[in-house]
Structure formats: structure tokens, C-alpha cells
């Protein structure tokens, strides 16, 4: 620890032990903040209240030109960072306890520590942050496509590579510890990357088309779907007690659905068919999940001009799901007339 860094330590310090000694429960460092020629500019990072009191040691100031942030971290914040749910892992992972009010609070900073590196090391909950990562990359996608202004979509563009780039490192089984790099110098050290990832990174932070920005956004998100989708964790599969009675009455309720269908396709109704095909085509969707079928493409068969293949396709997957459904010996309440249903029922 150079001088200027070591006095500004103390004297953070002292204003704990002066101040809010019973309010302050740990002084934290962390280092990748500052400039090579900023020789106190790393002197602490953040520190954690122990109470409300304990928030008012925070203060800002700049010293030679260099600023500093003495600001708080609650014990929920620090969870989270324990959590992956905040970006600032390397704030937990590699922080150094400059200063602790008691055993106590060092050993559950420490705790937090070991749950992080924990949690690193689990590969299924890794791969759900990775997908936390995409899906907010993909809302920020939603929007930058409509935005014309070219320093809105290059912001954009850059926390989309940004957030990628975190959830390549949880498939790694790791976190960016280099603050003032960009990420592509440590995406290039790990394992697994996605093809082109570093590439697009590159073109992204060079870019100064808004277009292309766009385009560049399409490309790594994409290559970054196809790396995580190669790498879902196997489950072993849990054994489960389909009732495909939940089946049959899926397919009494859905029956109706395709008849519409039928009586469109052989009309030539297009505008009145599509809203039926879109809703079974989600409805085939829902059930290949829950009852382990095989996909059933109905709405590549629709054509506007001839539903002839629309028909013929609805009917391959209504045969296929009556047979699904026979071939687990239980019955679909059908009745050739009304009479017998009546009989049936009364």
C-alpha cells in the first residue's frame, strides 16, 4: 500500500472507531479501480453499516483530482453479490477487509465469500444466471431495434455485449476481476467462448453506424443462444406421473379447434383459419413439454393460397395425439350421437 493510500486507509479508520464504532461493522478494499499514476486512489472501496447510524460515514471527495466514493454496502447488497445478482462480484470475491468491528461481522463477510465461490462452482446455477443475462440483453434488443439515435443504440449495443460477456463468464465457472478493461481482454483468457463473441465485441465498441450497430446486436446475441444452448446442464430426469386423463380433456377442449380448421382449409378461409392454426400451434407447443411428444410444426404447413397441406398436416397431429392418448388405455369421452350421450349420462 503506497503512503497516500495507507493515511487515507487510517483515516477512514478513525472516523469508524471515532464515530460509529458500534455502527460500522467492516471497512472493505478493493483493487482495478483506479489509475496506475492514482497513488491513493484505491485506498477503500465500500464499507458496511451495521445500522442506519453507520450510512452517515459515507462521503464523497477529490483529493489532487483524484475522487473517492466512501459509500455503503448493506448486508442485503452483500447477499446479493453472494447471489450473482449484482454485477460487482469481484466486490465480494476479491475484497480485502481493511478494518472489522468485530470477529463476528469479518466471519460473515467471510461466509458470504465462501457461498459465492460455492455458487461458482454449481453449474446449474451458473447457467440460470447466464440465462438472466441473455434475457435482459434480449429486453434491451426489444428496444434499441426502434431507436434511430445513434448514441442511445451504441449504449445500448454496449451493455448487450456487456451482459453477454458476464454470462459467458458464468458458464466459465468465473468473473471479470479487471474493472477498467474492456471485457474482451479476460473473455479471451477463458475456455468457452462463442464464436465471432470477441469479434462482435470488437465491432460493436468500434462501430459508428446505427445500423450496423443493430445488425452487430442481432449476430452476438445470437451466437451467444446457440454457446448456451450446447451447454444446458443434463438433468438426470426425474421421474414423473404424467395423467393423461389432464391429456384427453385437453384434446376434448381442442377438438373443436381443429374441426375449424377442417371446415376453413376446405373453404379456402385463410383469414379465418390462421387465428385457429396460431392458437393450436401454441396449445401443441404446451403439451409436447409436459407429455414428452415430438414437435408438431402445423404452422409451416399454412399457406394462404393452399391449405390443402394445413389439413393434411392437423390431421397427422390429431391421430398422433389420439394415439398417444389410446395407447395409455384411456378413453375420450366421443359419442357417435347425441342419444348416446344422453344415455351415457343420465
Known amino acids: 500500500m503506497k503512503p497516500t493510500q495507507k493515511e487515507l486507509t487510517n483515516w477512514a479508520i478513525a472516523q469508524i472507531q471515532e464515530k460509529y464504532k458500534e455502527d460500522v461493522a467492516l471497512l472493505i478494499g478493493i483493487s482495478g479501480h483506479s489509475l496506475e499514476n492514482d497513488c491513493h486512489g484505491e485506498c477503500f472501496d465500500y464499507f458496511v453499516p451495521a445500522n442506519e447510524k453507520?450510512?452517515?460515514?459515507?462521503?464523497?471527495?477529490?483529493?489532487?483530482?483524484?475522487?473517492?466514493?466512501?459509500?455503503?454496502?448493506?448486508?442485503?447488497?452483500?447477499?446479493?453479490?453472494?447471489?450473482?445478482?449484482?454485477?460487482?462480484?469481484?466486490?465480494?470475491?476479491?475484497?480485502?477487509?481493511?478494518?472489522?468491528?468485530?470477529?463476528?461481522?469479518?466471519?460473515?463477510?467471510?461466509?458470504?465469500?465462501?457461498?459465492?465461490?460455492?455458487?461458482?462452482?454449481?453449474?446449474?446455477?451458473?447457467?440460470?444466471?447466464?440465462?438472466?443475462?441473455?434475457?435482459?440483453?434480449?429486453?434491451?434488443?426489444?428496444?434499441?431495434?426502434?431507436?434511430?439515435?445513434?448514441?442511445?443504440?451504441?449504449?445500448?449495443?454496449?451493455?448487450?455485449?456487456?451482459?453477454?460477456?458476464?454470462?459467458?463468464?458464468?458458464?466459465?465457472?468465473?468473473?471479470?476481476?479487471?474493472?477498467?478493461?474492456?471485457?474482451?481482454?479476460?473473455?479471451?483468457?477463458?475456455?468457452?467462448?462463442?464464436?465471432?463473441?470477441?469479434?462482435?465485441?470488437?465491432?460493436?465498441?468500434k462501430s459508428k453506424s446505427v445500423e450496423e450497430l443493430k445488425h452487430l446486436c442481432y449476430e452476438i446475441i445470437s451466437t451467444f443462444r446457440k454457446f448456451i444452448a450446447a451447454r444446458k446442464p443434463e438433468k438426470a430426469e426425474t421421474k414423473r406421473t404424467l395423467n393423461y386423463n389432464d391429456l384427453v380433456a385437453w384434446y376434448e377442449e381442442m377438438s373443436l379447434t381443429w374441426r375449424r380448421i377442417y371446415y376453413y382449409s376446405d373453404t379456402d378461409d385463410y383469414e379465418r383459419a390462421f387465428p385457429d392454426v396460431l392458437n393450436l400451434q401454441h396449445e401443441l407447443n404446451i403439451i409436447k413439454e409436459e407429455f414428452g411428444l415430438k414437435e408438431m410444426d402445423l404452422l409451416g404447413s399454412f399457406d394462404t393460397v393452399h391449405l390443402s397441406g394445413l389439413k393434411q398436416s392437423a390431421q397427422e397431429f390429431e391421430a398422433y395425439i389420439v394415439s398417444e392418448i389410446?395407447?395409455?388405455?384411456?378413453?375420450?369421452?366421443?359419442?357417435?350421437?347425441?342419444?348416446?350421450?344422453?344415455?351415457?349420462?343420465?
Not at 466514493?69 to 450473482?84: C, G, N, Q, T, V
Not at 470475491?93 to 472489522?100: G, V
Not at 466459465?172 to 481482454?185: A, H, K, S
Not at 483468457?189 to 465471432?196: G, L, S, T, Y
Request: aromatic share 14%; glycine share 6%; charged share 30%.
Open 54 to 205: 453507520g450510512n452517515k460515514l459515507a462521503q464523497t471527495f477529490i483529493i489532487d483530482g483524484v475522487g473517492h466514493d466512501l459509500y455503503p454496502r448493506s448486508w442485503k447488497r452483500i447477499e446479493s453479490m453472494a447471489e450473482f445478482n449484482d454485477d460487482f462480484t469481484n466486490g465480494l470475491a476479491d475484497a480485502k477487509i481493511l478494518y472489522s468491528r468485530n470477529e463476528d461481522d469479518k466471519k460473515r463477510f467471510i461466509d458470504y465469500q465462501e457461498k459465492l465461490m460455492a455458487n461458482l462452482k454449481n453449474k446449474d446455477f451458473m447457467f440460470m444466471k447466464a440465462l438472466e443475462k441473455l434475457d435482459m440483453s434480449m429486453e434491451i434488443y426489444r428496444t434499441l431495434i426502434f431507436e434511430e439515435s445513434f448514441y442511445k443504440v451504441k449504449m445500448g449495443a454496449g451493455f448487450i455485449a456487456r451482459y453477454l460477456s458476464i454470462g459467458v463468464a458464468c458458464i466459465n465457472g468465473t468473473f471479470f476481476r479487471q474493472r477498467l478493461d474492456l471485457e474482451t481482454v479476460e473473455l479471451s483468457q477463458m475456455a468457452e467462448v462463442p464464436d465471432n463473441f470477441i469479434t462482435y465485441f470488437e465491432e460493436i465498441v
Open 326 to 346: 389410446e395407447s395409455h388405455g384411456v378413453v375420450i369421452n366421443k359419442y357417435d350421437t347425441l342419444e348416446q350421450f344422453l344415455a351415457k349420462n343420465s
